[in-house]
Structures are given as structure tokens and as C-alpha cells.
């Protein structure tokens, strides 16, 4: 998806993602659920490393595999609590690691009703939203296009959640995916 679909003019550019030091062994052996939210917000390295993790590009091609290299997912960053980002919802451009304002203001409320009532939906400072067309995939492999969507949006969301795991592992958990 390009930013130029998105009439705001208003655009955050990403600071490249920051390489750790622990072992992918150490990350798993401490990762775990969390819905206790901080009132701190997140920086903007913070989430320029979720939304990387999840669907940005890497040395090859992107962070995460999708069958055909047809890359059918968006993703969301619903920000309501992020250092030097106003409250909104953000379509993250990976191609350009950037976010381009798509809609102002706090929609967590909405979310959270369409969540089933996720009370940490509402509380979190940042939503990552991932969003699947389901077209893409299907009107190249047919139905059973279906199920390699539901691996590709898999992939990302452990992506996030492993390098949350890794990033912010002694913090209370800051965002909700």
C-alpha cells in the first residue's frame, strides 16, 4: 500500500531499527503474556522496532515470509500515547519505514467494542492492528489462498511479539497487538 493513497500530509519518519545483544534462545526462555499497562508512553524507537519486526524490510526482502511474495497485510499502528506522534491511526509504509497519518484522534474506544471488550484495547498507548486483503492472495492461489493468509498474519504478530519480548522484556507491556 502506497502513503499516497492517505491524504494527510501529516508523516513520522522511523528511526532504523535497533539490533539487540540477547539469543533468540534467551528471548523465548523469557517471553510471556502481560495486559498490566504503564501510563508511559512509547518512544518512537520503540515502536519503529514492533512495526519493523512485523512487516519491514530486512537485507532480502521483509521481515516476515509471505507465500508468492504477494504481501497481502497492512499494518496499523493506532498511536494514542507515543513520544512526538499525535493520537491517530497510522498505516505503517514499510518500504520507507514510515507511518502516514490516515485518521486523527483516539479510536481505542472502537476498538475496544470490536475487540469483545478487551479492556487492555482501550488502556494500551499503542494498538497494532493487522489488517489482511484477502484478495491478493486469493485471486492468485484461490481458496486455498486462505490459509497461506493466515500464516503470513501468524508470522507477523510472533514477529512483534518476539521482539517485544526482547526489547521490553523487564517493562510492563506497553502496546497490544
Not at 498511536?79 to 520507507?96: L, M, T, W
Not at 471488550?117 to 486483503?133: D, F, H, K, M, T
Request: hydrophobic residues 35%; contains cysteine; glycine residues 6%.
Amino acid at each position: 500500500m502506497s502513503a499516497s493513497i492517505f491524504s494527510s500530509s501529516i508523516t513520522v519518519s522511523l528511526p532504523s531499527p535497533k539490533k539487540g545483544t540477547l539469543l533468540l534462545e534467551d528471548v523465548f526462555q523469557e517471553r510471556r503474556s502481560i495486559r498490566d499497562y504503564t501510563n508511559q508512553p512509547l518512544t518512537l524507537e520503540e515502536v519503529s522496532n514492533l512495526l519493523w519486526a512485523g512487516y519491514g524490510r530486512n537485507n532480502y526482502a521483509r521481515t516476515v515470509p509471505s507465500t508468492g511474495a504477494l504481501y497481502p497485510i497492512t499494518i496499523y499502528a493506532v498511536v494514542a500515547n507515543v513520544e512526538n506522534i499525535k493520537r491517530g491511526v497510522y498505516p505503517y509504509q514499510p518500504d520507507s519505514h514510515i507511518l502516514v497519518m490516515a485518521h486523527s484522534g483516539d479510536v481505542r474506544n472502537e476498538l475496544y467494542k470490536a475487540s469483545l471488550s478487551q479492556v487492555w484495547v482501550r488502556e494500551a498507548p499503542l494498538v497494532i492492528v493487522v489488517c489482511v486483503s484477502f484478495s491478493i492472495t486469493t485471486n492468485y492461489y484461490g481458496e486455498r489462498g486462505v490459509w497461506y493468509i493466515y500464516g503470513g498474519r501468524s508470522y507477523c504478530a510472533e514477529c512483534i511479539f518476539t521482539i517485544y519480548s526482547f526489547k521490553f522484556r523487564d517493562s510492563f507491556c506497553r502496546c497490544f497487538l
